[in-house]
């Protein structure tokens, strides 16, 4: 298998045979690039451990652990010697990882992972649900909510208790008016091209666009450099324990531009997770914003982008 970065190839001799008949399970660990460089983050395991290790007074004893491909599970039983820890792990590769990992570093009577909620012991009562906000379906940062319908089901069915301790425990929604140098033009009309003119083009591609597009996609900005019009507004706020909104909600509201030295073509978004009061997860910017300057973007996450299709000043 290869791609552009990388390449792995094996060359045996036809007479010999493979110990393990499995083997190429094993060989690659299912993660992404970037979510390879999140599990490598050490200051981001760092604070899951300060957080666990300080949001109760006694000893934990059964701490779940939520999230897709992760090794958290394994960070807070080395971190939280008094605590059993349970996995939920929906990804088989990911599972058989995890399990040759446990056997490695003589965890197994102290780590369990199961593939479904469905599965885990009914007789086991959570003190402590850390997510690790990732799962595989997720493109945008805020589609890894998925985990408070995940701690919704398991308080409908018993399996923790009324004051379980949740990490990360809020949400945050952020929102910042830029200018994009490039990356605008991914969605630009060509108009005149050596002398032809493109408007018939551009009117299929705009409505193509209309048709498919998502109104916010993906863009790891680290790469498409942009500069801040505005301080950063936090759009919303969610408790991941209290109980979840049967109905969709709407925010709406109005964004002063505090910079027009250049002009307005997009937004962009991104999330924070606040693990206690004073530690958090942040996939956006690394520093301070300020107006008129380029945003200095988190490296391990993607973050979202909205492109108008009219630029403003």
Same mark, same amino acid.
């Given at each position: 298998?290869?791609?552009?970065?990388?390449? /792995?190839?094996?060359?045996?001799?036809?007479?010999?045979?493979?110990?393990?008949?499995?083997?190429?399970?094993?060989?690659?660990?299912?993660?992404?690039?970037?979510?390879?460089?999140?599990?490598?983050?050490?200051?981001?395991?760092?604070?899951?451990?300060?957080?666990?290790?300080?949001?109760?007074?006694?000893?934990?004893?059964?701490? =779940?652990? =939520?999230?897709?491909?992760?090794?958290?599970?394994?960070?807070?039983?080395?971190?939280?010697?008094?605590?059993?820890?349970?996995?939920?792990?929906?990804?088989?590769?990911?599972?058989?990882? =995890?399990?040759?990992?446990?056997?490695?570093?003589?965890?197994?009577?102290?780590?369990?992972? @199961? &593939?479904?909620?469905?599965?885990?012991?009914?007789?086991?009562? @959570?003190? #402590?649900?850390?997510?690790?906000?990732?799962?595989?379906?997720?493109? %945008?940062? /805020?589609?890894? %909510?998925? #985990?408070?319908?995940?701690?919704?089901?398991?308080?409908?069915?018993?399996?923790?208790?009324?004051?379980?301790? $949740?990490? &990360?425990?809020?949400?945050? =929604?952020?929102?910042?008016? $830029?200018? @994009?140098?490039?990356?605008?033009? +991914?969605?630009?009309?060509?108009?005149?091209?050596?002398?032809?003119?493109?408007?018939?083009?551009?009117?299929? +591609?705009?409505?193509?666009?209309?048709?498919?597009?998502?109104?916010?996609? &993906?863009?790891?900005?680290?790469?498409?450099?942009?500069? #801040?019009? #505005?301080?950063? +507004?936090?759009?919303?706020?969610?408790?991941?324990?209290?109980? %979840?909104?049967?109905?969709?909600?709407? @925010?709406?509201?109005?964004?002063? %531009?505090?910079?027009?030295?250049?002009?307005?073509?997009?937004?962009?978004?991104?999330?924070?997770?606040?693990?206690?009061?004073?530690?958090?997860?942040?996939?956006?910017?690394?520093?301070? +914003?300020?107006?008129?300057?380029?945003?200095?973007?988190?490296?391990?996450?993607?973050?979202?982008?909205?492109?108008?299709?009219?630029?403003?000043?």
């Amino acid at each position: 298998n290869h791609d552009e970065y990388s390449l /792995w190839f094996d060359v045996i001799n036809k007479k010999q045979e493979t110990s393990n008949k499995n083997s190429e399970e094993y060989l690659y660990m299912p993660m992404s690039r970037t979510r390879l460089f999140q599990v490598n983050d050490s200051e981001a395991n760092q604070k899951y451990i300060q957080a666990i290790q300080s949001i109760s007074t006694e000893p934990l004893k059964n701490i =779940l652990c =939520l999230g897709d491909q992760s090794v958290m599970g394994l960070v807070l039983a080395a971190s939280v010697s008094s605590a059993h820890v349970t996995i939920l792990q929906e990804n088989k590769r990911m599972e058989a990882v =995890l399990n040759d990992m446990i056997k490695e570093n003589d965890l197994s009577s102290r780590i369990d992972v @199961y &593939p479904e909620i469905q599965d885990l012991p009914s007789e086991v009562c @959570y003190d #402590a649900v850390v997510c690790d906000m990732f799962f595989t379906g997720s493109v %945008l940062s /805020w589609h890894n %909510l998925l #985990a408070a319908y995940h701690i919704r089901q398991l308080k409908n069915e018993g399996r923790i208790k009324g004051n379980c301790s $949740v990490v &990360p425990g809020k949400f945050h =929604l952020w929102l910042l008016p $830029v200018h @994009y140098s490039d990356l605008w033009k +991914i969605r630009a009309p060509l108009h005149n091209i050596e002398g032809f003119h493109m408007k018939h083009f551009d009117d299929i +591609i705009d409505k193509a666009s209309d048709t498919c597009d998502e109104n916010v996609e &993906p863009q790891p900005l680290w790469e498409y450099p942009c500069t #801040a019009l #505005a301080h950063p +507004i936090r759009v919303a706020t969610l408790n991941l324990s209290d109980p %979840l909104p049967d109905n969709n909600i709407s @925010y709406t509201g109005t964004v002063d %531009l505090e910079c027009k030295e250049k002009e307005l073509n997009g937004l962009a978004l991104w999330s924070t997770w606040d693990l206690t009061d004073d530690l958090s997860i942040n996939t956006g910017p690394l520093s301070d +914003i300020i107006l008129g300057k380029q945003v200095e973007w988190n490296k391990g996450h993607k973050q979202g982008v909205h492109l108008f299709k009219e630029h403003k000043m």
